[in-house]
């Protein structure tokens, strides 16, 4: 963990001094959380990759706003949820008929490809996943932020915009919310993978 | 891992990197400690459990296939393109209004500076930029022009950092390395690979290229490339493989319609077909960075087949055994063939 977010201080350093290989290795790493992270608060997947492009050509052409960064992660993510949101509101004032239809074609992929990849998550986490559905974007990308990226409560209080505090509680209530869930389910067949580990 | 500590609570037990690294990628080392921690706090396995169950269910409600690196490339190439296209846009809309002389004046004059300065740069930093692989590790390394290479165990890549597609594209290579070369119809720049005595220039094209031992060894799958070494030159097509010994300056053997073997190492598995034991041995130490050591050195004459996975030797080691019909003890890095 720490190795790794030492390498990317590194990568960080040598782009801004425009090593060109450094900025493609920090789009690739960035490349995959970035579109999960999108796609946690229930975007698109097509739509997140759209914006992914148009955040990194920004950064190639404006290497003066690349200079000032100092935490990746904090800037990058900000920016990705910055941008979707305005072209989420683009793409309503439009109201363009291809591009909704576009939309949905991709939406109904992703729940196929969902299906087919996750035979484990059907069998086993389905209830989990119900549960998560229900959350609100905002308390699914709370999630996803502090336990798959394992991001600290004042990076994401810097993602959000809002107080320290504010975070701490929304994670809460999206807890409580998966929690009530979680302690019915003791005889779930995930309990047996406990055994497993053991 | 930190020392042992009271979770209280099922978000400070779940955002713990030490447990999710338990749940997500279970080890000999953090299996034991967790087992520990239960057996010191039996009042905490229900909050474990619970823990648990919510990391694995966000992982897989979250988690996504990664993306393929060359997928991930041609993403990169598009956007270097799309922001040099838009950045002559923008510049092209200005030249049809107004034109500022004085604001033109001054920032032309920073760009000569900020030119010189880049050059001034460029040269100051080195100007090798090096791939290399430890032994049991392999890596694919995407060049700037969305060449791949996929570099096997114990091998070295070097690049030039200042590496232009449209001009000339060289890399230095020591071990084994497999090449998918993009073709650049436009500018048609070659792509060379200098691996000891042997340059291999080619268009486009995939390639095996093994510089270890007394042979430098080029195999080609597609495509078309022209090989030099020494004073020699010759051109290969697919299929193609050939041997050059730097000892005595010539090519040493030459093999037409040749198959995958040469270059199935890039799928993960080792396959040699119907060559000595000793060669064999040769490319195994290669690969896990070990030796062998040969009690009845007959053995190392005989002919054999095999297919070997590279990354495992405790699998690769009982193939190996019924191969041979002799026991193999491993002592360290020593392997004692009886």
Redesign the interface.
Known sequence: MLKHSLHIAQLLAKAQKGDQLAFQEIYELYYDRLLRFGCSMGNSHGMVHDVIQELFIRLLQQPNRFLTITNLDTYLFKCLRRNLGSSLQRARKKRNQAYKHRERQQIEMSVETRLIHSEYRKAQSAWLSTQLDLLTPHQKESIYLRFYENLSYDEMAEIFSVSNQVVRNSVFRALKKLRKNISKQKTHPLSGLYGLFL | MGKQYQPNS??EL??D?AF?A??LN?TPDN?AYW?DFLDKHPEKADLV??A????????????????D?HQ??A??E???Q??EQ??SQQSSSLRLQRIPYRQLAVASIVLLLATAL?WW?TNQ?DSI?TYSTAYGEWQTV?L?DSSRVKLNANSELSIS?NWKEESNRTVWLTGEAYFEILRKPTSGATFTVIADEVSVEVLGTSFNVNSRGEKTEVFLEEGKIRLAAGNEETFMVPGDFIAYSADINQFVEKRQHATKPYSSWKDGVLVVQESPIREIFNKIEDIYGIEFQVKDSSVLETTTTVRLPMDKLEIALPILEKTLGRKIQQKEKRLIVQ
């Open positions: 099922l978000e779940a955002a990197p999710q338990w749940v279970p299996r087992l459990e619970e648990k169950n919510l990391i694995l269910g966000i992982h897989h409600y979250f988690g996504k296939e990664p993306t690196p991930l490339a993403y990169y598009e956007i270097s799309r922001s838009t950045l880049g740069w930093s930029h995407i700037p950092r």
